[in-house]
């Protein structure tokens, strides 16, 4: 089992940055995927960033591409969501993920609230 936390989630400006951070524990050795989604009130929870396979590719979903950046240091964990030019649109709890052979993993949530 993979266990997964987010922090860095709060209220911001629009305009204005954010960074979200997600850490592991457990079997990580066995994640071949991970990032970030997010889900809004009222809609269903949507892909944000990712790193995929073993050469990490990185995604970035069309609405957040040029905005966000994805990252981690040579270990997989933790990963890093950074969000800048935010919009009220952001607005979401956004969640940590991680794909093994098993069960997904899925962190608890953080919440991103931007204020217009």
């Known amino acids: 089992q993979v266990q997964l936390v987010e922090s860095g989630g709060g209220l911001v400006q629009a305009g204005g940055s954010l960074r979200l951070s997600c850490a592991a524990s457990?079997?990580?050795?066995?994640?071949?995927?991970m990032g970030w989604y997010r889900q809004a009130p009222g809609k269903e929870r949507e892909f944000v960033a990712g790193f995929s396979g073993s050469g990490g590719t990185i995604r970035y979903a069309d609405s957040v591409k040029g905005r966000v950046t994805i990252s981690r240091n040579n270990a997989k964990y933790p990963v890093d969501l950074q969000i800048n030019s935010m919009k009220p649109e952001d607005t979401a709890t956004y969640y940590c993920?991680?794909?093994?052979?098993?069960?997904?993993?899925w962190g608890q949530g953080t919440q991103v609230t931007v204020s217009s």
């Open positions: 993920y991680a794909a093994t052979p098993g069960p997904d993993a």
């Open positions: 457990g079997r990580t050795f066995s994640v071949y995927s």
